[in-house]
């Protein structure tokens, strides 16, 4: 069956999106179809604002505002300033917060190292990692990359560079699943996983 270009567009454009296969893609579209015009231009409108009025924090790289160049955490005088949780993804900034076991700031290197996918150091925030820890006051930096092949790579070659700083560089303790992704984790595994983190020496 042909289907009119603007069904087509539709279930081509959801296709593309993680987790969803054309049957999905297909029954999404013609949901919308049927259902009333305000969810399509909720649904729209939101699209825009996903992209138009959010960027990235100039000091840790986790979402925030447009507009806004700290995010609240940043800006939140209350927390740690001198301890420093380092995450492969906001998402991991989400898990570790509702935690509510941490109380510093995060920076997001907005990645793993990942030589497959070839994803270097430069793609990654950690120029500006390394910048935070000569111009800030920092004593720990707590590398919670995720517990896989890519996450402990990270881990291991963000320790080699911070370490002529002189910094405490501490990993988050096992019990995590292998594997698997920080946001997937449970808050015990998490909070668990933070108060057992270890220094990570030679
Ligand atoms: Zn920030």
């Given at each position: 069956m042909l289907l009119p270009a603007?069904?087509?567009d539709l279930i081509?454009?959801?296709s593309q999106l993680p987790g969803i296969g054309p049957?999905?893609?297909?029954?999404?579209?013609?949901y919308l179809l049927t259902a009333p015009d305000e969810l399509s231009q909720d649904l729209a409108a939101a699209l825009i604002s996903l992209k138009t009025e959010t960027t990235y924090c100039q000091t840790c790289f986790n979402i925030t505002v447009t507009g806004q160049v700290q995010c609240e955490i940043c800006s939140n005088s209350d927390r740690d300033q001198d301890?420093?949780?380092?995450?492969?993804e906001?998402?991991?900034?989400?898990a570790l917060e509702r935690t509510d076991g941490f109380h510093g700031r995060y920076h997001v290197l907005q990645g793993a190292l990942s030589p497959i996918e070839g994803i270097g150091p430069d793609d990654l925030k950690i120029r500006e990692l390394l910048a935070r820890?000569?111009?800030e006051n920092i004593g720990e930096i707590?590398?919670?990359?995720?517990p896989s092949l890519e996450g402990d790579a990270t881990a291991m070659y963000?320790?080699?560079?911070?370490?002529p700083s002189g910094v405490r560089i501490t990993r988050l303790a096992r019990g995590l699943p292998v594997g698997g992704d920080l946001e997937y984790a449970d808050q015990h595994t998490l909070l668990r996983a933070l108060a057992g983190r270890q220094e990570m020496g030679d």
């Amino acid at each position: 069956m042909l289907l009119p270009a603007p069904i087509q567009d539709l279930i081509n454009a959801f296709s593309q999106l993680p987790g969803i296969g054309p049957k999905s893609a297909s029954r999404l579209t013609f949901y919308l179809l049927t259902a009333p015009d305000e969810l399509s231009q909720d649904l729209a409108a939101a699209l825009i604002s996903l992209k138009t009025e959010t960027t990235y924090c100039q000091t840790c790289f986790n979402i925030t505002v447009t507009g806004q160049v700290q995010c609240e955490i940043c800006s939140n005088s209350d927390r740690d300033q001198d301890v420093i949780c380092v995450v492969e993804e906001p998402l991991d900034v989400l898990a570790l917060e509702r935690t509510d076991g941490f109380h510093g700031r995060y920076h997001v290197l907005q990645g793993a190292l990942s030589p497959i996918e070839g994803i270097g150091p430069d793609d990654l925030k950690i120029r500006e990692l390394l910048a935070r820890v000569d111009s800030e006051n920092i004593g720990e930096i707590i590398l919670a990359t995720n517990p896989s092949l890519e996450g402990d790579a990270t881990a291991m070659y963000l320790r080699q560079q911070l370490t002529p700083s002189g910094v405490r560089i501490t990993r988050l303790a096992r019990g995590l699943p292998v594997g698997g992704d920080l946001e997937y984790a449970d808050q015990h595994t998490l909070l668990r996983a933070l108060a057992g983190r270890q220094e990570m020496g030679d």
